[in-house]
């Protein structure tokens, strides 16, 4: 059978209520890496609008607040100038008892406005306790939509996506990417809310005032925001150097305890203490250059809140002085009279403005991470879904599983096909093998199969329908998937096992491990099937694991089944007791094997061989060995020892035998 | 997602259930959890005296650090007098307090000075006065900034010059420990102590000292400050000290539980969606989509429901501690009041406005370190944990030590011979029984057997990395016991199974454990070896960077550079477990060539997988529970029909 000259076959094999035409691919978004920053600004903020309401409270709560924090600060320095005012003029000694005096004025109205602020202290409270919660919600709900849009978009998006990136920085920018952008979005709202509320509500009190000491107020703000500005823009380069070597430091770290065996054997102890300490020497050299930059600049900014402070000090006392010395009949109608109260508010004012200036740095530092973060995440979630489905897309009709390959070409880059014209025919319940060297495209094809991808040319089949007219979910039923490295989840042997199908019973999860070769080892297993595994669970050898993945593959009795280089990471003994289980599993199915080892090739019906993504050969292991290719070649090499072992044997055999006689 | 309905139902059944099973949370902590890497630990006398001691060396630049951050907060303070000074005697044009004769000393004020100011009418005696303390204030503040400018950096450099000695010591100590240690420790735990832990030590270290020093002067002093203003109003508010202390101490334990909770759940979020991204293909291809979603938003309602609680948490402690603070502040003013009305208002000593505003501040001071000090035990409660592993791991004993006469191992010709070899791990679990053998120079030794048969245990005992229980291992007629281990892994090489790799060049990688080769002669090396083709074809040559633990290579290459390692040590006893991974069959051609090569001249210690390994060594061990079953060649053990004949058979047998 050559497969690469099968003349082209009709299309219309599909079934009439099937639609002919596969869907239309889906038209790529603007890429995120082109998007400006402005764009990216209004994507970010469009995260909000699922929680527009949660985050409005959250900010009426925040001004609220802020008023009350300096209602309270203007009603205690009143308090004071009340009780310095009745000190000042009052000559009266007071001669009873505290008790007794607290009930007589002035003390009534001290205590009154001490209650007043006693009020103000409690509802400040309950407002904070809103704040903090509804605040925290927001947040929370933020990120929650977040998070799923990303998770969801992760799972759907396609395998050229995840190949594209790794899975570190997928991970990356799924936690750390996307916490940036939240964090901007919450200061950009709640953060920037909170400074211009604190900065507005206390310039008014300086400005009701006196219009000089509010003048003094603001003559430091502009140097103060220029030199906080020009120090983050130095101190950001000294940062990531910092963090950049405590990295390199922990790497060194790490490989040495992860290769130790090389180390010890080697006895490059010394050599690594070096390694090390260089590294580390390097990494407290930026640790103090940061130190350095931080202990320049504290110094600068602690100097311009003081003289600021202390300016407006003497200007409020000879404000003080100079009102205060007027007749009380004028002093009362003067606008801008300055009390001693008055001073320790704008105290107050001052530090509450220059501290929450400094902030703004905090919004702006965040806004740069967001900004890179956002290109990032917007790629994961603008990324098309690379294999479209229908919206109402049928199920896969019921069939015996016959795979039909019609002139397939694809690349994961379309410039580049890793597979070109595949074409062959595999009948429902036969045995295919694919081989060839390392990069061949065997894997490509049966990942083509599952539809994991979609050729860029030709059309693949399964039972006569092409599969992109079908759902994915009827393609992926059909289809059981043993991979090269089997991945388990954190979770029992048991769901592991039934991960495809959760509402299998614990029967069809015993009955898959034990044709899977399985169930003796599970019920070795502490806990059994309901062993967890994962990273905090039981470990289990590699052969193990295959098994638990062959199990898995076949607990719904797929109609093809997929063993794609199932066998590469196992040792011999482990190979034997697999293959015994592969044998049970690969009845009445439409196997898919890709294999090294000869052993397993030779029981297939159909031997495809695959170089540099061409169909080189195709056959039975008997026909192919009778032509001259690769697959005599590698089958000759592997064979080689074993050859020779048994012709040895065979000759030494002969030898006793003619010595015996 | 929740509505805040759902939430509070959710969080009412997280306490039910921790209340119904005190022993974890369900939804929150995870039973398996190894281990608490976030904990708890009251404060032990020795692991603090240990952190002492690592700090000794550095005394003198700590007092000195000291003694800057206690000048800084004396200056810091004075703002209070000069503010009660400023409002109660500048102002209302009182007599300066450079007046007073005790002042006059100190400050060098001649008396006829001091007479012109008296001179000065109303007015302008206060203007006088205010622009004299504001500047004395301002001579106090500059020199702030110029102390600022040193403690910051001083501080910092103490503390991080001793968490380094700390480091380099774990490291130190790395080097020095058997693999005994590394075998029976997990990576991670090893990883975290030389990481996580020493930066949990850096708060102890950097501010230990200086927090609970400069803490108590800041409250003994703010503490005297009231008693001299009015002793009465002092005693009147100081015993709410103990309740703020006692007040944030239970809040800073119950916030930090609930984050504790907030970090193990959240660690389960993460480790689903990480799981998820590696697992991708298996969720594809097994149609998990949605279930997972909704098992991912299941977790994250979770995360919602334990940050919601820890934001309540704060809602309310955070407030009650400031409400407890005003009532401080309420007994200042009506107290206050009610003594400034005991006095005339005009006389120097009467309880002023002044006076109740520098009280206000005092309060503030004071407050501070009470609720420093709660914060601080809590930090250094989580940095004993820490604490006490470092040390642990560094006081942890290597197995096998040099012996104190060890000598070095002259140049050997690679003879070993194993005498009534006795091992085990584990006391009353052996695993090696009476092990005889002896490998003649230059010869290949094949190990034989089923897993855990005792193949790498042999090995590492001819490397010295376990010491046998008894009997004997001889190198070239030397004990091993008695030689150091430098001399002796100096003629020894290793090539394992998982072909590790350093980050950094192909280079670099082969010249590890003989730095001093050029590259010349690695290539040449390389070339002798078989392996130049390959490596010089990688996208980069000999340049390439082989990315972290060798990510960056095919197992083949990292195969072949391991192999170029081994071959530029140029070892005299070579120890090789091969990899069972299948690589495709030309690099396979490659690989068997480069073996043949790399044995060849030396002992060497083969646990094989393959076949034509097995078939070509000079003496085949077949091993069975620890114990020499079979010995000698491929041949002759085929011939003898027992184990190994059964065991090819079974190998054999997939071919036919």
Known sequence: ?661 | MTTFNELMKLRRQQRQAVAAAKTGVPGTRDPNAPEDETGYKPLEWPVVKKLLQWMWPYRKQYAIALLLNITFVLLDMSSIPFMQHLIDHDIPGHRHFLQEPIARTVFCVSPEFAATIRELSGKAQSFFAIGLTISLWVCAVITNLFISRFNIEYNRRVGEQVLFSIRKAVFNHLQKLSMSFYDRTKFGRILSRGTTDIDTLANPIINGVNTVVVNIIIMCIAVIMLLAYDWRVALAILWLGPVLYGMNRFYRKRIGNQYRIVREHFTRVTTNLVENINGMRVVTAYNRQEDNLARFNDLQDWNTVNNVSAAMMNGLYMPLLSAVGYIGKVIIFIYGCYLALQLPAHDFYAFKIGSLIAMLWCWDWFMGPVLNFGTFQTEMMQSMVSAERVFALLDQKPDVTDAYNAFTLPPIRGHVAFQEVYFHYVKGKPVLHDINFQARPGQTIALVGHTGCGKSTIMNLICRFYLPQSGKILVDDYDITQVTSESLHKQMGIVSQNNYLFSGTVLDNIRYASPHATEAQIVAAAKQLGSHEILENLKDGYHTEVGERGAAMSLGQRQLICFTRAFLANPRILMLDEATSAVDTHTEMVIQEALNRLVADRTTFIVAHRLSTVTRADLVLVLDHGKIIERGTHRSLLDLGGKYAELYKQFTREIE
């Open chain 1, 1 to 661: 059978m050559t497969t690469t000259s099968a003349p082209p076959r009709p299309v219309a094999k599909g079934v009439p209520p099937f639609p002919t035409k596969p869907p239309p691919p889906l038209v790529a978004a603007q890429a995120a890496s082109n998007l400006s920053n402005a764009e990216l600004l209004r994507r970010m903020v469009r995260f909000l609008s699922p929680v527009k309401g949660i985050a409005a409270a959250s900010c009426s709560f925040i001004l609220l607040w802020a008023f009350i924090d300096v209602f309270f600060t203007r009603l205690t320095g009143n308090l004071v100038s009340f009780i310095r005012e009745f000190l000042e003029k009052s000559h009266v000694v007071v001669h009873e008892s505290f008790w007794v005096a607290i009930r007589h004025e002035p003390f009534r109205t001290v205590v009154g406005m001490v209650t007043i602020l006693g009020l103000l202290v409690i509802l400040n409270g309950v407002v904070r306790f809103c704040r903090e919660v509804v605040n925290s919600k927001f947040t929370m709900d933020m990120v929650y939509h977040m998070r799923a849009a990303v998770y969801d978009r992760l799972q759907r998006v396609g395998f050229a996506f995840h190949d594209e990136h790794s899975s570190g920085q997928l991970i990356n920018r799924a936690l750390s990417d996307l916490q940036n952008v939240r964090v901007f979005l919450q200061m950009g709202v709640t953060l920037s809310i909170e400074i211009i509320a604190f900065v507005l509500f206390y310039e008014l009190i300086i400005i009701s005032i006196n219009k000089w000491l509010a003048i003094a107020a603001f003559v430091p703000v502009p140097f103060w925001i220029w030199y906080i500005a020009r120090f983050s823009k130095k101190m950001q380069p000294a940062q990531l150097a910092q963090m950049s070597a405590g990295d390199d430091l922990v790497t060194v770290f790490t490989e040495n305890v992860a290769g130790v065996h090389v180390v010890k054997a080697f006895a490059t102890e010394k050599t690594e203490i070096q390694k090390y300490n260089k590294s580390a020497d390097y990494f407290f050299d930026r640790v103090m250059a940061a130190v350095r930059l931080w202990r320049n600049f504290v110094p600068v900014i602690r100097g311009i809140a003081s003289s600021s402070h202390l300016s407006l000090l003497a200007i409020g006392s000879v404000l003080v002085v100079i009102t205060s010395a007027l007749p009380e009949e004028v002093a009362g109608q003067l606008k801008g009279r300055v009390k001693i109260g008055d001073l320790l508010v704008v105290g107050t004012a001052m530090n509450a403005i220059l501290g929450r200036l400094q902030q703004i740095n905090q919004i702006t530092e965040q806004y740069q991470k967001a900004i890179t973060s956002a290109r990032r995440l917007f790629e994961v979630l603008d990324a098309p879904s690379t294999v479209p489905e229908f919206a109402v897309a049928p199920k896969l009709p019921p069939g015996k599983g016959a795979v039909d390959f019609h002139f397939v070409s694809f690349g994961y880059d379309p410039e580049k096909p890793v597979v070109r014209d595949i074409a062959f025919d595999a009948k429902g319940g036969s045995i295919t093998a694919l081989v060839g060297p390392t990069g061949a495209g065997k894997s490509t094809i049966v990942q083509l199969l599952a539809r994991f991808y979609d050729p860029q040319r030709g059309q693949v089949f399964i039972d006569g329908v092409d599969i992109r007219t079908v759902s994915l979910k009827s393609i992926r039923e059909a289809i059981g998937f043993v991979f090269q490295e089997t991945f388990l989840f954190s979770d029992t042997v048991a769901n592991n096992i039934r991960y495809g199908h959760p509402e299998k019973t614990m029967g069809d999860v015993e009955a898959a491990a034990r044709i899977a070769q399985a169930h003796e080892f599970i019920l070795e297993l502490p806990l059994g099937y309901d062993t967890m595994l994962g990273e905090r669970g039981a470990t289990l050898s590699g052969g193990q694991r295959q098994r638990l993945a062959i199990a898995r593959a076949i607990i719904s009795n797929p109609r093809i089944l997929v063993l794609d280089d199932a066998l590469a990471a196992v040792d011999p003994e482990t190979e034997h007791l697999i293959s015994r289980a592969l044998e049970m599993v690969m009845v009445d199915r439409t196997v898919f094997i890709i294999a090294h080892r000869l052993s397993t090739v030779k029981a297939a019906d159909l031997v495809i061989v695959l170089e540099r993504g061409r169909i080189t050969q195709a056959g039975t292991h008997q026909e192919l060995m009778k032509e001259p290719g690769h697959y005599r070649h590698i089958a000759e090499v592997q064979l080689a020892y074993q050859e020779k072992e048994l012709l040895a044997k065979a000759g030494k055999k002969a030898e006793v035998a003619a010595q015996k006689r």
